[in-house]
């Protein structure tokens, strides 16, 4: 539902002669390799134990960090972008197009942004690797029946309401619908270090926190034909209530702080062969958000959303901060206790070997370890990825990285990431990948994942 979000990565380059690898996280593809990883602030979030493996002294600063990505099974390159990126009023042509009922399955979309305001690391062989990131993640998903869809856009005039001859024949055509909208800021400290030398392998550990402010949150689901759903939102929004016109004033004293607040752990380790192996795993976002300010909940029938419709529906433009309020209403939303929410724990395995001259293979498993998709934010289903970096010297000890993949999630099904890296010796680095060049290249017919990923400058020193 929202139009939103997120994506951004890290790709920073420091020409080590090591394999290079596309990383997914949270919808974003990350160029180029152990390159990003290894001793450097980008390994929090995937593996804290690669701030461990420098060969040597470094240290870097990131600057310019940011991206976004975006996905829908049934909006073309254009309709996407507009939807994403404005607030305009839903065409006719749109309208149509989402309410023609001319597609099976549910309506999805799914958007992710994410803004690194702050990225430092440093690093030596011998005391390990120390980093520290501040940055905001949004994540936006919705899959909704077509159904509910057509009742959400144009109420009692949808196709669905004028077939149906009593309230009761609607009960269960909501059925499937979930709709999550989280935004969280962090503050991210991980150390890793070689805990064990031979001369058959190298093992590191390391590990992380996260202290979390939770901005924004709104869940909701339907199921049996009812409705269940949480929100919070903080002042940074300027949320559209709806009929809540008057907020608990405990709440108001509050609102120019976050509307939760919680903590979060990673955990990792790898393994470096004497052949040029690198083996890895980790656990990540183990932890919660507690929301406490600003609540609001829902628990209701869904004959009593049906009740609410009139000819003009609740939805008419992609604007989310006016737009809430009539979801609010229409799902009756109240005052509510505050409540929990999990981050989307995972682990993930990975593995890379350097074949001959530049050219090196990889491949990463990411594994959720919830069950419950509803009460988790920015929940991923299992990936896989199999890539592959050629890696090129340059003059002046630069070099540069083209990384590409096979990925796959039932998310998003299968694309293929691209990614380049430059470095200009130890001074300064630049990196841009896309999660799917195909999107580029074709627009992505009616499944289209453009986004990007930027690391503007990583200077080095």
Known sequence: MKKVALLIAIGILYGFDASGQMYYHEGRQICCGQDLLRGNHAALGINPAELGRPDQFMSSFGILQTGINFYSNQLSLGQLFDITLTDNEISEVLLDELTSGRRD?????NANMEASWLAVSLASPKLGGLAVTVRDR???TSSMSNDMLGLMLLGQNSTVYQRSTHPLDLLYTGDGTTMNYSHLREAHLGYGRK???SKLFNLYLGGSVKRLWGIGYFQSSIREGFIGGASAFSQFYNINYGSLKNPDQQFRRKLMNSSGSGYSYDIGGSLSLAAPIWLGWSIVDMGKVTWT?????SETSYLD????LNEDGLIGSSGFKDEVGNVYDA???RESDEFETYLNTAMRLNGSAKLIGGLSISSEMILPLHD???NVMNYHPATYVFGVNYRLGLPGNGSANLSSAYFFNKQYGSRVPLGVSVGLGRVVSFSLSTPDVLTLITGGGKHPFPGFSLA???LLF
């Open 138 to 140: 949004v994540s936006s």
């Open 456 to 458: 503007g400058l990583n």
């Open 195 to 197: 805990v064990f030398e």
């Open 105 to 109: 399955g549910n309506f999805k979309y």
């Open 305 to 308: 959303f049906i009740e609410t």
């Open 331 to 333: 799902f009756d939303f």
């Open 372 to 374: 419950n998709r509803d």
């Open 293 to 297: 300010d600003q609540v609001i909940a």
